[in-house]
């Protein structure tokens, strides 16, 4: 039996997938663009839920590589964590943390910190409903009655106006849902929905049309490549 060389998708593959999903393809025509079973890009879309994931941005108060290099050449000279945080204009607690968390002063990297920082800030963060059982007891119960996500929104607005701790977008109520491992919504919710499926589709899908799921005139991109 032949089997297929393994593909690894750059960003660019991964960018021209949740596009040609937001424009209402299928798995199939899009995977028919990397000559790859709609298995495989199913698996990518459905990771989050079929909602493309926001990009990732650091964060305006974490440190940048400039000055771990900064840390780095501090470190080697023998200069004291004070001594560093005044160059940086950073509190001493701040450039104490980086190093230890890093291999300490004799084994602090740069590179390898910087790294290792962008790896951390990946993982999951519990979200608003996961950290609120109340509200998520709200949203529930309303989608039980078979409340859209949006009329759950609405709802929470108009009752909770002056009270952030119980509204939340219907953005992120999809999340929950489709994202199982945020925590905060059992799966059982999703056949509530409207329309029942186990990734969240594009508003220009449709199943009525003659075409559904077809690219007129694609090639795929490893053919022309």
């Known amino acids: 039996m032949k089997y297929r060389t393994r593909i690894y998708y750059t960003e660019a593959d991964k960018a021209l997938m949740w596009e040609r999903w937001r424009q209402g393809a299928s798995l199939n025509a899009i995977a028919r663009l990397f000559d790859r079973n709609h298995s495989a890009v199913g698996g990518i879309l459905s990771r989050s839920g079929g909602m493309r994931p926001r990009p990732r941005r ?12 900064e840390i780095s050449r501090g470190a080697v000279a023998g200069l004291s964590v004070r001594a560093i945080a005044r160059s940086l204009r950073r509190a001493p607690s701040t450039v104490s943390r980086e190093i230890c968390r890093n291999g300490g002063r004799q084994g602090y990297r740069a590179s390898e910190a910087d790294t290792a920082a962008w790896d951390r800030a ?4 519990r979200c608003k409903l996961a950290k609120n059982r109340v509200l998520a007891r709200l949203v529930a ?10 009329q759950v929104a609405g709802w929470l607005k108009r009752t909770y106006p002056q009270d ?13 849902l489709f994202i199982q491992a945020r925590g905060a919504l059992k799966k059982e919710l999703l056949q509530h929905l409207r329309r029942t499926r186990g990734m969240r589709r594009s508003r220009h899908h449709t199943q009525k049309t003659p075409d559904h799921g077809r690219m007129s005139e694609t090639v795929s991109i490893r053919a022309a490549g």
């Open 58 to 69: 650091r964060s305006a108060r974490a440190l940048a590589l400039s000055e771990r290099e």
């Open 122 to 125: 990946e993982r999951p963060k």
């Open 141 to 150: 119960d309303k989608l039980r009655l078979q409340w859209s996500p949006a």
């Open 164 to 176: 952030e701790t119980r509204q939340v977008s219907h953005e992120t109520i999809y999340r929950t």
